[in-house]
């Protein structure tokens, strides 16, 4: 599987087949709000939007391990930087929203085509590269593709 592919093609377009105010599997967003809240996730990676570590330092290297592996996220795997009522959809539409997801992978890539060997911090998992993050998104976008009944 070509994770960044996915990421960047495949992961975009399933997204348009849903309607915004679907429901997923389990969760309380929305297929808009997933959208928007997988925009977020990967503009950690960007360059644009750092984060501070909030794993405890102990558990980072068990955390990572775990965010590495082939192991999916479990469904209504808690998100602390996440309140428990979905904030309201940020765009108009779900292709406003689909469109701002692109841009943030775009992004993503281009930070990472410029600054090579580059690490930024996911505050879950620690420092991440390229190659790292890469995997951690892919892992995050099918966990989503599941929940919306995509994959």
């Known amino acids: 599987m070509d994770k960044l592919n996915f990421l960047k093609n495949e992961f975009p377009l399933l997204a348009t087949k849903l309607q915004a105010d679907a429901k997923g599997s389990w969760g309380v967003l929305n297929a808009q709000q997933m959208v928007e809240h997988m ?22 290297d068990v955390f990572k391990a775990f965010a590495m592996s082939d192991k999916e996220f479990k469904p209504n795997t808690p998100n602390s930087l996440m309140s428990e009522t979905p904030a309201p959809a940020k765009h108009n539409t779900m292709q406003a929203s689909i469109d701002e997801l692109n841009t943030t992978i775009s992004d993503f890539i281009h930070y990472f085509e410029n600054n090579k060997g580059a690490t930024l911090i996911n505050p879950f998992f620690g420092e991440l590269n390229f190659e790292e993050w890469t995997h951690l998104l892919y892992k995050h976008a099918v ?8 994959l």
């Open 39 to 60: 925009s977020d996730s990967i503009s950690f990676a960007t360059g644009k939007n750092n984060q501070k570590l909030i794993s405890p330092v102990e558990k980072v």
């Open 143 to 150: 966990h989503h593709c599941k929940q919306f009944g995509l």
